[in-house]
Antibody, heavy 120, light 107 residues
Framework: LLVESGGGVAQPGRSLRISCAAS????????MHWVRQGPGKGLEWVSS????????VYANSVKGRFSISRDNAKNSLFLQMNSLRVDDTALYYC???????????????WGQGTMVTVTS | EIVLTQSPDFQSVTPKEKITITCRAS??????LHWYQQKPGQSPKLLIK???QSISGVPSRFSGSGSGTDFTLTINSLEPEDAATYYC?????????FGPGTKLDIK
């Protein structure tokens, strides 16, 4: 199970930190990802972090503004979002990779999402 | 960045029909192509992995094929609960990308 939290309303230029609590699997063995979906739009991959934090990747649209991290002891994934823009408005999903220790693969478990709205 | 295109954008079908959705990649991605189903108000659900590999618990009427740049998702004998938007996704290289989606309406 993946449960996101921390979403809300923020003004452009401000920051927000969202979280994802994992349970029911060995969180420390799996790469985790953030995927977002703007209102009425399709899916957009945002960022990925390997099981051991050795590999971290960002979409160009968020590079330099967003930071992904994880706490394996607390089975938690985070996304620190700085310098927010109106076009960051979206439902943010955390997603688990299918195979342990892999960074790239299909996403076999998704959370329900947490909504981030950026508006002045 | 690998661009994925899907067709059709939208299709309205009747129960028990068969539908094929195509996904085309802008470059060779081997079999690193996955399909998801998203119903309104729900998170995406993995249907097919690596182009043609089935997922436990997914009905057998869902199947995938293809490799390289051209892929298809076939749904045989459509059920009313198959009304959803279907997305393809490539994990061949970063940035991961998704197709724009195919919205399926069941009459």
């Amino acid at each position: 199970l993946l449960v996101e939290s921390g979403g809300g309303v923020a003004q452009p230029g401000r920051s927000l930190r969202i979280s994802c609590a994992a349970s029911g699997f060995a969180f420390e063995d799996y790469a985790m990802h953030w995927v977002r979906q703007g209102p009425g739009k399709g899916l957009e991959w945002v960022s990925s972090i390997s099981w051991n934090r050795d590999s971290i990747v960002y979409a160009n649209s968020v590079k330099g503004r967003f930071s992904i991290s994880r706490d394996n002891a607390k089975n938690s994934l985070f996304l620190q979002m700085n310098s927010l823009r109106v076009d960051d408005t979206a439902l943010y999903y955390c997603a688990k990779i299918r195979n342990a220790k892999w960074l790239v693969d299909a996403f076999d478990l998704w959370g329900q999402g947490t909504m981030v709205t950026v508006t002045s | 960045e690998i661009v994925l295109t899907q067709s059709p954008d939208f299709q309205s079908v009747t129960p028990k029909e068969k539908i094929t959705i195509t996904c085309r990649a802008s470059e060779n991605i081997g079999s690193s192509l996955h399909w998801y189903q998203q119903k309104p108000g729900q998170s995406p659900k993995l249907l097919i992995k690596h182009a043609s590999q089935s997922i436990s618990g997914v009905p057998s009427r869902f199947s995938g094929s293809g490799s390289g740049t051209d892929f298809t998702l076939t749904i045989n004998s459509l059920e009313p609960e198959d009304a959803a938007t279907y997305y393809c996704h490539q994990s061949s290289s970063f940035p991961f990308t998704f197709g724009p989606g195919t919205k399926l309406d069941i009459k």
